[in-house]
Each structure stands twice: as C-alpha cells, then as structure tokens.
C-alpha cells in the first residue's frame, strides 16, 4: 500500500523558515509531478506550489519568491523551502504525488507562524 508522509512542520516566528519535505513508501515509482497545497482553519485548501514532469515549476502568486519547491531524484523525496514565513502562512501543508497512474495526498503537516 502506497502511503506518502510529511515531515518539517511545526511553530516557527515570523520571518523564518521551514522545509517540509514528502516521502513515498510502497512504491517503486519516482517522483516526477508533485504539488504542494494548504489550508488553513476556516478556509478552502488551496495549491501553493507544483512541479512537472519536466520539471516545471509553478507558485502562488502569495508566496512567490518566498517559497521554492524541489525534489531530491537520489532521495525519491519532494521538498517545500518555505522561507519569510508570514501568520497568514499558517495552515496544514498537504504534499500530493503523482505515481504512476495514481495521485496521492499525505495526511498533512500543521505550520503554524506566530511570535
């Protein structure tokens, strides 16, 4: 059984920084397309980031130049550097992959930004 898990999340200041990062396990397949999506209390989720199969990147226009989304191939892992971290930028952060035929969301990481 497929499963992809989230890590980084967690309490951070405003104006630092956090790098989520997202796993496949289950799967021989690789990473190719990805995204990253939010959503914070009393909202919709909504995308932040994605990648392509050729490596494409596309953002946010709320977090353009702050956030950059990657991928290690070595690794088979899918980041999310999230950099000038703002309160609005609280939320639970969902990495979603594409393997093979099949796309799978993790269960989310909380990101929580206050002083």
């Known amino acids: 059984q497929v499963q992809v898990v989230e890590s980084g999340g967690g309490l951070v200041q405003p104006g630092g920084s956090l790098n989520l990062s997202c796993v496949p396990s289950g799967t021989s397949f690789r990473l190719n397309v990805m995204a990253w999506y939010r959503q914070a209390p009393g909202k919709q989720r909504e995308l932040v980031a994605s990648m392509t199969y050729g490596g494409t990147t596309n953002y946010a226009d709320y977090v353009k130049g702050r956030f950059t989304i990657s991928k290690d191939s070595t690794k088979n892992t899918a980041y999310l550097q999230m950099n000038s971290l703002k309160p609005e930028d609280t939320a639970v952060y969902y990495c979603?992959?594409?393997?093979?035929?099949?796309?799978?969301w993790g269960q989310g990481t909380q990101v929580i930004v206050s002083s």
């Open positions: 979603v992959l594409v393997l093979g035929p099949t796309t799978y």
